[in-house]
């Protein structure tokens, strides 16, 4: 199976280069990779090339620095990942879970100079979040985590403000309670 981005920047042409590596390496994923860097901008691609790296971090040691959205998968590598893919998990992390080897290929991308891309800045950064939350159970973990510190906070936040109300320390009327219900939801 070929998949490949709706914006015309793949060329359908460069496929038999996908299938040719496929044929020579037998890789369950063959991964198409660029032959020029993408016209974008410095702070793009280095930001691009940081949250890949960011994923292959997170990915169980798989290495999906060059990961693109155009890619050549094994039929049998397919089927799994439809089997284990829901709505709103990105497909490079699903393949992750169930792929044991791939492949890069140099192919050329039909991306043109002065071109706007689709991707806004608020767009790109929601996208990598949602990539780094799905990619494996540590950013979860981490999250979850973070969560019971910050109720362990919250909770001695409040024991403390009971107990200077309790010995007449804060003055104010009002401010125990309302300090303890931020406090609370906060955490």
């Not at 973990?141 to 403000?161: E, K, N, P, W």
Request: charged fraction near 15%; glycine fraction near 6%; include cysteine.
């Amino acid at each position: 199976i070929v998949t490949m981005d709706e914006d015309g920047m793949h060329a359908p042409s460069e496929i038999s280069k996908l299938v040719a590596a496929f044929q020579a390496t037998h890789a369950q994923l063959i991964y198409a990779v660029p032959t020029k860097s993408p016209p974008h901008g410095f702070w793009r691609n280095t930001a691009s090339r940081l949250a890949k790296k960011c994923f292959s971090l997170f990915s169980g040691g798989k290495e999906f620095s060059t990961f693109s959205s155009f890619r050549l998968i094994s039929g049998k590598i397919a089927r799994k990942v439809a089997q284990q893919c829901g709505s709103h998990v990105y497909i490079d992390v699903a393949l992750s879970w169930v792929y044991d080897s791939s492949h890069y290929c140099a192919v050329n991308f039909r991306e043109r100079e002065g071109r706007p891309s689709s991707f806004t800045t608020p767009a790109l950064f929601e996208h990598f979040f949602r990539l780094f939350v799905s990619s494996q159970k540590t950013p979860l973990r981490l999250v979850s985590i973070m969560g019971v510190l910050s109720l362990i906070l919250s909770v001695a936040l409040m024991s403390y403000f009971l107990w200077e109300k309790a010995h007449a320390r804060i003055p104010i009327r009002g401010w125990t309670s309302l300090a303890i219900i931020v406090s609370f939801f906060s955490g």
